[in-house]
C-alpha cells in the first residue's frame, strides 16, 4: 500500500482511524508555529537556520566581480534595497564576487544569499564560498549545490578569521544577487588536539538519510520526496544528491524509478556494497542502490509496510528486518528477511516486534529504530533502545530469546549503540520517550559471547558521557575509540533548543573499571540534532550533516561538515604523514580469510578494519569496527586474519586502517563474503 497524505486529507470524512492517526503524528512531530496550505496540506512556514552569531553591518563594504552589466554593479548585491541587485554577465564560466569587509576583526561563520527574484535564471546553484586575510591566501570553507530556485541560500561553517569573502561559482548564463549577508560568529580557537571542523559542503537538500559508497567512497545522501519536507507528499520519489570529495562536487538527483519516497526509511548494505533502503514513506517499497553502475533498482515488495524499522544483513547475506510501526499501522511489525539472490521477502513470524517495545507514550514509536547487531550462528542481537535487550533467530520462522535489561539505563529512544570491537558494543544517551523527554548521559558496553547467546553489561562505561544527548550521532573510529556528536538536552523534533555543539571521544580502556573515558573534542557551530547523520570516510575523517526536514522551518540544515579528528593533524594544524597502504592481497575473501598488506614503512601492530555506515534517524547497523592484529613478515610486509566466524566478520565491504603512532592511513577496501 501506498500512502498517500494528500488524499487523506482529501478524504477525511472515509478514512479509519488509523490513518487519521498517521497524520495527526505528521503535525505533531514538528513544532510548527506557522503553517500554509499546500496543494491541501499544511506545512511549516518559518525559514532554515542561519549561520551562527550574528549578521555583519553591511556599511562600509566595498566588492569586487568578475563581471557586471550596465546599472546592476557589484555593491547592489549588498546595498540593501530589494529592487537592485548585481549581475554578472554571461561572458565567463564562472563568475566571483568578492568583499572586502574593511577589518580583520570578524570570525567569518557564512553567509546567506537572496538570488534575483523578478526572473527565473541566473540561479546559483554549484558554488565555493572562500575565506582570506590578505586578499591573496584563499582558504575554501564550504562547496556544493543549492536547490535552484529563488529562496534564500545559505552557507555555514565553522567561524574564521578573515576580511575578504569570495563567492565563486559556474555561471553560463551568469549571475544576479539581489542580497548577499555575511555572519560573525564566536570565535573558537582552533586547538588541533581536539580536532577540527570544516569545510562544510552545502547540498540542495536536507541530508537525513545517508551511506558511503564503498566502490567510490562518495557519499549518497537524501532527504524525501522534497528536499526541505517530508509532510505533504504523494510518494513514488526521492530526491538524492552524491558528494564526491575528490572532484568537490555535489550533484542532485529525483530517484522516481523505484517509486519509493525513502524518508523514514531502514538501511542496510550487503556485501555487494549494495545500499538496501526498505519502507518509509512508501512503506512495503524497497530501493537498492548499486553502487558498481551507481543507479537505483526497484526490490520485492516487504510484507509488512514499516517505517523507522531497523535492519541488519545478517551472517550469510541475507537482511533481516524488524519494527516500524511509524508507518503502515501500529504493531506486529515481526522480522522478515529479505534474499537478494531472489529479491523477495519472507516473514520470520516467530522473531517478535513486542519483545522489543519501548514503553514510549506514543505505541507507533515503540518498535522505532532497533539498535541490532547481527551475530554469531545467525543471531541478531538487539541492544535497545528498549532496556530490555534481545536475540534474534533468523532461520526457520524466527526466535526471540530475552538477553536480560541494559542495566544502569532506562528506555533510550533515539539513543546510539555502536560496535566498536569484535564484540563490544557502547550504548549512549537517548531518552526514555522519543519527544519531549529529557536525555541522559548514560553509557555501556555490551560484550557479546561469541559461542552462546548472553550478554555482558558494564553500566556507567567511561563514568558517562560529558553531556547528556538524544538525537545525537556517531561513528567508530580507526583508533578503536568512538566519536559522537551534536543531540540536545531535551528531545524535540524541528526545535533547536539546548543543543550539544562540542563533540567527545570515548577512549575504551580494559584496564579502567569504567571500560574507558569520554574526552570533550573541538567546539562547532552548526547544530546537529533530529534528522542529522554521520558517516565514516575512507579517509579516516567524518562526516556530519542534515538536521531538519520541516518545510520552511528554522531547523533545516542543507548542509554535511568534516570533522578531522586529532589523530591526522599536527600541532600546527597541519595535517599528519600517514602510513600508506601500498598493496593488499587477499583484500576479496571470506571469513576466516588471510589479508597481507604491504605498507610503506613499519605501522603499528594494531590494525581495524571497520564495515561501511549507512545511516538515518540515529541508526547505524551497517558500521562495526573490528580490531585484527598484524604480523610482520618480512620489512613492511604484514599479515592479518579476519574472524572465522561469519556472524564477527558481517558480510561487506570493510574499510581497512593501519596506524603508525596511531595515525590512521587512508584505508583500502577489504570485502568479506558470506560463506
Ligand atoms: C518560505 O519562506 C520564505 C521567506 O520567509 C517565503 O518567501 C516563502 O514563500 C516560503 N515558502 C513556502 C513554501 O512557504
Ligand atoms: C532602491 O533602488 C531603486 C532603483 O535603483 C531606487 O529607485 C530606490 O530609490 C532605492 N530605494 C532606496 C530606499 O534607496
Ligand atoms: C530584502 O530581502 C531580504 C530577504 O528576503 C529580507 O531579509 C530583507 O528584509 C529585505 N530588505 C528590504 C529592505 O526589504
Ligand atoms: C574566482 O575565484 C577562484 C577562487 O579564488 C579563482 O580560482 C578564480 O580564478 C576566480 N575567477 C575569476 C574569473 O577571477
Ligand atoms: C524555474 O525554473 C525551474 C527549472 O527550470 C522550473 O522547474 C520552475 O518551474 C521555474 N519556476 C518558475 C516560477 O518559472
Ligand atoms: C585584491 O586583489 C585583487 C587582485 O587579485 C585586486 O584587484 C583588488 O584590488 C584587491 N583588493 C584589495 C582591497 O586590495
Ligand atoms: C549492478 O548493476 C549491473 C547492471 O545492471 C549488474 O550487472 C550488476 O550485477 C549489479 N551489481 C549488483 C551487485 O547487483
Ligand atoms: C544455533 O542456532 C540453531 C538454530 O538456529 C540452534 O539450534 C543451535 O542450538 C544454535 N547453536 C548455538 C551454539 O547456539
Ligand atoms: C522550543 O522548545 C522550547 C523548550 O520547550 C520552547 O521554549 C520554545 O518555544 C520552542 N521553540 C519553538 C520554535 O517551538
Ligand atoms: C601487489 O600484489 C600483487 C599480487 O601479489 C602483485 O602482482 C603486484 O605486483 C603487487 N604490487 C605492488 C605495487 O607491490
Ligand atoms: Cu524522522
Known sequence: MKLDWRATVLLLGTVSA????????????????????????????????????????????????????????????????????????????????????????????????????????????QHQVFLSTDNVTWNLVAYGTWWPDQSQKISAFQPQKAQYVRLS???????AIEDLKIYEGDFIPPNPSLGAWGPTIDFPLVPVSGAVDANSGEVVAWSAWGYNIFTGGKGGKTQTATWNSGAQSVTPRTVSNTYHDMFCSGISMDEDARIVVTGGADADQTSIYNTTVRDWFEGGLMNEA???????????????????????????????????????????????AS??????????????????????????????????????????????????????????????????DQGQILTFGGSPNYENSEATNNAAIITLDTDAQSAYVLSNAGGGMNYKRTFHISVPLPDGSVFVHGGQVVGLPFNESQPQMTPELFIPDSENENGGTWVKQQRNSIVRVYHSIALLLQDGTVFTGGGGLCGNCSANHFDGEIYTPAYLLNADGSLKDRPVIQNVTGGQT??????????????????????????????????????????QTETNKYTFSIPAEPGIAQPGYYMLFVLRDGTPSHSVNVKVAST
Request: with cysteine.
Open 18 to 125: 488509523r490513518e487519521i492517526s498517521e497524520l495527526e503524528k505528521l503535525y505533531r512531530e514538528g513544532t510548527t508555529p506557522d503553517t500554509k496550505n499546500i496543494d491541501g496540506v499544511q506545512v511549516p512556514t518559518l525559514s532554515q537556520a542561519l549561520p551562527s552569531g550574528r549578521e555583519i553591518n553591511r556599511a562600509g563594504w566595498t566588492a569586487d566581480c568578475t563581471t557586471a552589466t550596465a546599472g546592476h554593479t557589484c555593491d547592489q548585491a549588498f546595498d540593501a534595497n530589494n529592487s537592485t541587485y548585481w549581475e554578472s554577465d554571461s561572458s565567463e564560466t564562472s563568475q566571483n564576487i568578492t568583499i572586502d569587509l574593511g577589518t580583520q576583526d570578524y570570525a567569518v561563520s557564512g553567509l546567506t544569499v537572496v538570488p534575483r527574484q523578478d526572473m527565473n535564471a541566473s540561479l546559483i546553484e
Open 355 to 420: 519483545a522489543m517495545l519501548t514503553q514510549d507514550q506514543r505505541a507507533y514509536r515503540q518498535d522505532n529504530h532497533g539498535w541490532l547487531f547481527a551475530w554469531t550462528n545467525g543471531t541478531v542481537f538487539q541492544a535497545g533502545p528498549s532496556k530490555q535487550m534481545n536475540w534474534y533467530g533468523t532461520s526457520g520462522s524466527g526466535s526471540t530469546t530475552p538477553a536480560g535489561d541494559r542495566t544502569g539505563d532506562a528506555d533510550a529512544m533515539c539513543g546510539n549503540a555502536v560496535m566498536f
Open 306 to 352: 514499516r517505517g523507522y524499522q531497523a535492519s541488519s544483513t545478517l551472517s550469510d547475506g541475507r537482511i533481516f528486518v524488524l519494527g516500524g510501526s511509524f508507518s503502515g499501522g501500529v504493531g506486529g511489525k515481526n522480522g522478515e528477511v529479505y534474499d537478494r539472490n531472489t529479491n523477495d521477502w519472507s516473514k520470520l513470524p516467530n522473531a517478535k
Open 590 to 631: 571470506k571469513p576466516g580469510g588471510t589479508v597481507e598488506i604491504t605498507t610503506d614503512g613499519p605501522v603499528d601492530t594494531q590494525a581495524s578494519i571497520i564495515r561501511y555506515g549507512s545511516t538515518t534517524h540515529t541508526v547505524n547497523t551497517d558500521q562495526r569496527r573490528i580490531g585484527v592484529q598484524l604480523t
Open 169 to 175: 561559482g559556474p555561471a553560463p548564463s551568469g549571475i
